[in-house]
């Protein structure tokens, strides 16, 4: 009994987090999925204002940037994923932009951090962040870097066959549904 | 030709140098480069270009991507539980980590109730690696600063936990143990759990002697007093989790914050100090070391639950198959490098749309470390190197 | 001549070797043809005497400490661990190749002194092992430096190590880990593939790409 009112307690505290953001930023769209995880959702262009709230309403830490390739839908979907200290909640900040030409502003000055996810994120799906001096080969070798391999479009298997030249018994391209 | 005035380099030895365009540099008159790795003992196949003013750091480049495999693209090409083979890999010295945050999110994704046994293995076995993985740490940081007896003892007490986690698992370093919905395995029986508390209890009277020979030397204190100093304003923007940000007295712990498994219902303490600098790291360190002995000591007490071990659903028939509704969930642990998470994103069908992994040094290891060398001198830099607990295979993936 | 060759491949050591092999006797192993008559003796002796050069390739190099310190022991052998490329023996390739590594692990193996060995661990130096679909691991690495002993498995526990390097002992007593004699003598065929895998200049290319950052 004294558990569950104590989760109802944390949730309305986590709701408070949610409103206080979107009063000032009122383009985001906002919810608590559960404890201690809340969600946001923004149009692209609002991206550094948006972070830069949240850095002021106690998300002080961001953990990392996803990108997810839509590849029918023709989208990237990009999450930055924040960690509060204060709060002790972790924040999914969702945006997304269009697969081609992908832009988006740099958020290096408000996280440092951001720099290399942003690195890894134009490295391996070809977005463009724009004011990032450091965009790049950077885990990857040049001849990689340009195929930008996460894309959907990339096919690894054929990659390898042309690169490598082998021919693998476990190799076969025509097989759509592969179990290894 | 550009001479080098700082440094003595014998001329055949230069004449090589610039023949193969590989080794010192000039730059400048008094500047050259420095290729520090990979072919090093302290960087782990990672390397970190430096430009260097005598023996002084002016500018570090972190040159990672030695160890990428592109897991996450390999990921979404293979059925959910095959990835766990896959994606443990991640993280080698702890490689039960990347099993249970993928784990960790796939159940949140279907919705299981993970059983109560499986849990407590699960804790357990995270712990051990903990202490494994401490273990390492302590062998690659006194090799480092040159007390190798300290070093040889930890690598002998770690094959304890390797030994114990063949028992239980089939391997000694990945473990391929923890999967969606419960454990693979059972225990083995109750021969296996005095041992661990065999072990558990042997480490603990070791504490002490590490204590004498290295976090109480002269020698420790000396070369990290003072080194790689960050303050909580950089930490926090810099995004540094586990025991780097807990020495610069920020108390933040996933097991405490965002607590997951059995760790609710044990007692420990989250250590922090507030110095900040390279002998902080390393205190911290030791301190979470003994709260780990005291959370297995709390666990063995505890016991296992009875009950099953893997949940129970019919879908888990034929694994291949098996298919996960539409969704994405976050889930992380603390590691002894830090906060380590995992993002699943599935469309529905039996392969993980995205498995985005966050591995700790992936901020620790690039803008961090070149911020903390810049200014730093030649021989601090494997200090510093192994004090942030670099792990070169969780930036490259 | 020579000089131009050098320019090219931008490393010269290797090209001086293949000249003196005509020759017509091993320059590195018998300085004088007198001293045939001690190979024996030699073989025993660099058998006894193994140093391994500090590269963790991959995630193979996690099983080298427990191989070095109490519980295995390496260094009865008379084997130990050495940072400097010129000093060592014997090269393990622990675990998986990614092409960036292979550049550098190429580079420490011309370093090394004649004569070398090469030991790889696990199952992705022979044929990629779970990274057979990877796009940046290096399926066949004998294609690019000569392998002496190969150590199937993943990961190869600490005892098929110990086995592996006491097969390189057994070859080196008996004359046949001979790889870098065969990167001698078909240097050409390693070249090209290396080249085929990296292009043309790529060591200029790499040592040349930070600078800019500088």
Not at chain 2, 164 to 173: D, K, P, Q, W
Not at chain 2, 346 to 358: M, N
Not at chain 3, 49 to 65: A, D, L, N, R, V
Request: proline share 6%; with cysteine; glycine share 6%.
């Amino acid at each position: 009994m004294e558990e569950g009112n104590r989760e109802e307690v944390a949730e309305v505290a986590l709701n408070d987090v949610v409103d206080a953001v979107i009063e000032r930023a009122p383009y985001a769209q906002g919810k608590v999925i559960r404890e201690r995880r809340v969600e946001f959702s923004i149009p692209a262009e609002k991206l550094r204002d948006f972070l830069r709230v949240m850095k002021e309403s106690g998300f002080e830490m961001l953990m990392q940037i996803t990108v997810v390739d839509w590849l029918k839908e023709g989208k990237f979907e990009l999450v930055y994923q924040m960690w509060s200290v204060t709060h002790s909640t972790h924040a999914f900040v969702r945006l997304e932009v269009q697969r081609d030409d992908a832009r988006l502003p740099t958020v290096m000055d408000i996280f440092p951090v951001a720099e290399t996810y942003e690195r890894e994120a134009h490295e391996f799906f070809g977005i463009d962040f724009e004011g990032n001096p450091r965009l790049g080969p950077f885990i990857l070798e040049p001849r990689e870097y340009e195929k930008h391999p996460f894309r959907k479009d990339f096919s690894t298997l054929s990659y390898v066959k042309e690169i490598y030249g082998e021919d693998f018994d476990r190799y076969d391209e025509s097989k759509t549904n592969y179990v290894i | 030709m550009v001479m080098v005035s700082n440094l003595e380099v014998p001329r055949e030895l230069r004449k090589e140098a610039l023949k193969h365009d590989m080794y010192l540099k000039p730059i400048s008159e008094d500047t050259y480069e420095l290729f520090f790795g990979p072919q090093h003992m302290a960087t782990e196949n990672f390397s970190i270009i430096l430009k260097m003013d005598g023996s002084r750091v002016e500018k570090a480049i972190a040159n990672p991507g030695f160890l990428h495999r592109g897991f996450e693209k390999l990921a979404e090409q293979r059925p959910y539980f095959t990835n766990i083979a896959l994606l443990l890999r991640i993280c080698v010295p702890e490689s039960d980590v990347p099993e249970n945050i993928y784990s960790m999110a796939v159940d949140e994704l279907v919705g299981w109730e993970v059983p109560e046994r499986a849990i407590w293995i699960r804790t357990v076995v995270l712990e051990m690696a903990r202490l494994a993985s401490w273990m390492f740490w302590i062998m690659g940081f006194a090799n480092e600063i040159g007390l190798y007896t300290a070093g040889s003892w930890a690598a002998a007490y770690r094959e304890r936990f390797m030994r114990l986690f063949e028992e239980l698992t089939g391997g000694r370093v990945y473990h391929i143990y923890t999967v969606p919905g419960g454990v693979r395995r059972d225990i083995p029986g109750d021969r296996w759990l005095r041992q661990l508390g065999d072990t558990v209890e042997y480490i603990k009277s070791k504490l002490k002697d590490f204590d004498e020979i290295l976090f109480d030397n002269y020698i420790t204190f000396a070369r990290t007093e003072g080194v790689g100093v960050m303050d909580r304003k950089f930490a926090l923007d810099h995004a540094v989790t586990g025991p780097n940000l807990r020495a610069v007295g920020v108390p933040y712990d996933v097991r405490k914050d965002d607590p997951y498994y059995l760790y609710p219902e044990l007692d420990f303490e989250v250590p922090i100090l507030n110095e900040g600098d390279s002998l902080a790291r390393v205190l911290v360190r030791r301190y979470e070391m003994e709260q780990d002995l005291y959370i297995l000591e709390q666990l063995l007490e505890m016991g296992p639950p009875g009950g099953p071990y893997m949940v129970q659903d019919k879908r888990l028939k034929s694994l291949p198959r098996f298919k996960v509704p539409a969704g994405s969930a976050w889930a992380h642990v603390e590691s002894t490098k830090g906060d380590f998470g995992a993002y699943v994103v599935s469309d529905g069908t039996h392969k993980p749309y995205r498995v985005h992994i966050r591995g700790p040094s992936q901020s620790h290891g690039i803008t961090v470390l070149e911020e903390l060398l810049r200014g730093a001198r030649l021989a601090d830099v494997p200090v510093i190197l192994k004090t942030l607990d670099n792990c070169p295979p969780d930036i490259d993936r | 001549m020579d000089e131009m060759k050098i320019d090219e491949n931008g490393n010269g050591r290797v090209m001086e070797q293949e000249n003196e092999r005509t020759e017509g006797y091993d320059r590195l192993s018998y300085p004088l043809k007198e001293f045939k008559v001690f190979e024996p003796l030699f073989r025993w002796a660099r058998k006894k005497s193994i140093w391994i050069i500090t590269f963790c390739t991959g995630c193979g190099g996690i099983e080298m400490p427990p191989l070095m310190n109490a519980r295995y022991d390496l260094e009865r052998f008379g084997m130990m661990p050495n940072p400097s490329p010129r000093m060592a023996d014997l090269f393990l390739i622990t675990g998986y190749v990614t092409p960036k590594t292979l550049k550098r692990i190429i580079i420490t193996y011309e370093m090394m002194e004649d004569p070398k060995y090469i030991m790889s661990h696990g199952s992705c130096p022979i044929n990629g092992g779970v990274y057979w679909d990877s796009y940046n691991v290096v399926k066949q690495l004998d294609r690019y430096i000569p392998i002496d002993v190969s150590i199937a498995g993943c990961m190869p526990r600490v005892e098929a190590v110990m086995d592996g390097i006491m097969e390189i002992m057994r070859k080196v007593e008996r004359g046949e880990a001979d790889g870098w004699k065969r990167y001698r003598d078909n240097y050409e065929w390693y070249r090209r593939n290396q080249d085929e895998l990296f292009g043309k200049g790529w060591r200029k290319e790499t040592a040349r790409r930070w600078l800019k950052w500088l």
